[in-house]
């Protein structure tokens, strides 16, 4: 199994105006680019993130920083359990990390074994249509999302879910979208 690189989220520092990123390798001036992602340590296939700030270093180095991670989350998995064809596995293993409980946990919460867990999430058996719904539940119950817009959403959308298409999903999200205020990252 790839398991996703670990994200180098840097702090955006803006000394004296300019931009001033140093390389963590090798300490030389890094090029820094506001632009578009492809934010893979999500462990999802096609998120990307539109205005961050992106640096690289002639030595190979890549750094971005990306602000309100976790608002950024839960944006992201919002769009999972509304998306309109069947979670694939690393979706559903986006939406269990998010909640941030164990494989084990989640297993107990939806009724299943650990093991039926692990070939959810590796693809490697198919989730009913009425586990890929409860799953849906269990995140918006764990992340306290209940609003009325929600639910409304729930109650058209699932009805709408062409389980038998398991498309890989897609989702290009600007940064005004999760971060509140001026952006932070704008140069
Ligand atoms: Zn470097």
Known sequence: MIRPKPLAVLL????????QMKCPTCNKKMDCKTGKYQY????????????????????G????????????????????????TA???????????????????FAEVIGI???TLSRWENDNQVVSKSNDRLIRLVYLNFKGIAQKKIQIQIRDKF???????????????????WVPGPNMCEI
């Open 12 to 19: 955006f520092v803006n000394i004296n105006g300019g931009d």
């Open 61 to 84: 180095e890549r750094s971005v920083s990306i602000p309100a991670i976790m608002e950024l989350h839960r944006v992201i998995g919002i769009a999972l359990v509304t998306k309109d």
């Open 113 to 115: 074994d650990r093991s």
């Open 40 to 59: 893979s340590e999500s462990g999802l296939d096609n998120v990307y993130l539109l205005g961050v700030e992106v640096c690289k270093c002639s030595c």
């Open 159 to 177: 009805k709408e879910i062409k389980h038998e298409k398991k498309k890989s999903f897609r989702f290009t999200i600007p940064v005004k979208d």
């Open 87 to 105: 979670l694939t596995g690393k979706e559903i293993k986006f939406l269990r990390k998010n909640i941030g409980i164990s494989g084990k946990v």
